[in-house]
């Protein structure tokens, strides 16, 4: 099986389950392939939402492909998770982000994200390239 078959079958999944693909990784371990997905949502994801992912790639990579050899991981990036692309900024809206930049350090919810430009619930617009570091704070 081609890697990119199997990243495709599971975005479709992860798109199916309404869950943001943050990170994707096949490594191979032999003969077997080790299989991570860290997924997340605009409101928080779940141990059932990683579970309920789980079981339908399972049902369906068991189903489909059963010569596969196979161990598979879901989870959430987690609070504290350094955030640094695209999808770390488009999935983190709505959250409160302790964010440095080369002027200053500050805590903020951050209330929209368009084209490598950070909005801010303090009126502070911020671009990408201006962070030095960002994380996802407990509120």
Same mark, same amino acid.
């Given at each position: 099986m081609e890697t990119?078959?199997?990243?495709?079958v599971i975005e479709e999944f992860v798109d199916r389950a309404g869950l943001m693909l943050v990170h994707l990784a096949v490594k191979n371990i032999g003969r077997s392939h080790m299989i991570r997905l860290l997924v997340d949502k605009s409101d928080r994801v779940t141990i059932k939402d990683c579970a309920e992912l789980s079981r339908s790639i399972k049902d369906h990579l +068991? =189903?489909?492909m059963p010569?596969?050899?196979?161990?598979? $991981?879901v989870s959430s990036p987690g609070i504290g998770r350094l955030l640094s692309t695209e999808v770390?900024?488009?999935?983190s809206v709505g959250r409160k982000l302790s964010v440095q930049t080369e002027?200053?350090?500050?805590?903020?919810?951050? +209330? =929209?994200?368009n084209e490598r430009c950070l909005k801010f619930? $303090?009126?502070?617009?911020?671009?990408?390239d201006d962070i030095v570091m960002a994380v996802e704070v407990l509120e």
């Open positions: 990119a078959d199997l990243f495709e +068991d =189903g489909n010569e596969l050899n196979y161990r598979l $991981e770390d900024w488009a999935r002027e200053e350090d500050f805590t903020d919810w951050l +209330d =929209g994200y619930r $303090e009126g502070r617009i911020v671009t990408t």
